[in-house]
């Protein structure tokens, strides 16, 4: 069954730091990636995906990732992070014929 | 507005209680999901359902049931709550889950 680590569990930033939060998975096939975004109080909401192509995806709100297929890994990542970036991030990977997995999820502490 | 639409938001109910949680989405999907997210443990699925009538268990779904009677609804029902189902509930839907969920508001459940 695939499974999605997620290796930093709690990440502190000052503004205008780079971000980088790491994501590897295990699955052999074909799979599709996500990173999903919550605020304080708020429910999931999609920052990016990639199905295929370009493994240089940009989502919302300046964020971008990186897949890595011979790694396994799909890490998020933004130049200069914003105290409205303090969330909980959730990196998710989905196959064909099984269902969604998520990370434990990152939480990012912006200071501002 | 598209949207998946959980009721209550938040909950607080004694042992063995029956509770049921709704969830109802506008966008006609034919794939709806339960999850349950816990501090370090990311989202757990508990079931999903492929279309009316056609549910099935997902990583965790001891202690609750569900049921499908109408494309638009996935009502989760805990028939003897116990305290270790305090948590907080996501309800998703999707035309296809491999490309991704829309997602509710959360129902944070407290059981004392």
């Known amino acids: 069954a695939q499974s999605v680590s997620q290796h930093n569990h709690h990440v502190i930033l000052s503004e205008a730091a780079s971000l980088e939060l790491g994501c590897n998975y295990s699955y052999g096939g074909t799979v599709n990636l996500f990173w999903y975004v919550q605020y304080p109080g708020q429910h999931l909401q999609l920052l990016l995906k990639?199905?295929?192509?370009?493994?240089l995806v940009k989502g919302i709100k300046g964020f971008e990732a990186e897949f890595i297929k011979s790694k396994f890994s799909f890490n998020l990542r933004k130049p200069s992070v914003q105290w409205s970036d303090t969330a909980e991030y959730f990196c998710a990977v989905n196959a064909r014929n099984n269902d969604m997995r998520f990370g434990a999820g990152t939480r990012l502490t912006v200071k501002p | 507005e598209a949207q998946v639409t959980q009721n209550p938001r938040y909950l607080i109910t004694v042992t063995g209680k029956k509770l049921t949680v709704t969830c109802s989405q506008n966008?006609?999907?034919?794939?709806m999901s339960w999850y349950r997210q816990d501090p370090g443990l990311g989202l757990r699925q508990i079931y999903y359902s492929m279309n009316v009538e056609v549910t099935d268990k997902g990583d965790v779904p001891e202690g609750y049931k569900v049921s499908r009677k109408e494309k638009r609804n996935f009502p989760l029902i805990l028939e003897s709550p116990s305290p270790n189902q305090t948590s907080l509930y996501f309800c998703?839907?999707?035309?296809?889950?491999?490309?991704?969920?829309?997602f509710g508001s959360g129902t944070r459940l407290t059981v004392v």
């Open positions: 966008m006609n999907h034919e794939y």
């Open positions: 990639y199905f295929s192509g370009d493994p």
């Open positions: 998703a839907s999707s035309n296809d889950r491999y490309y991704g969920y829309t």
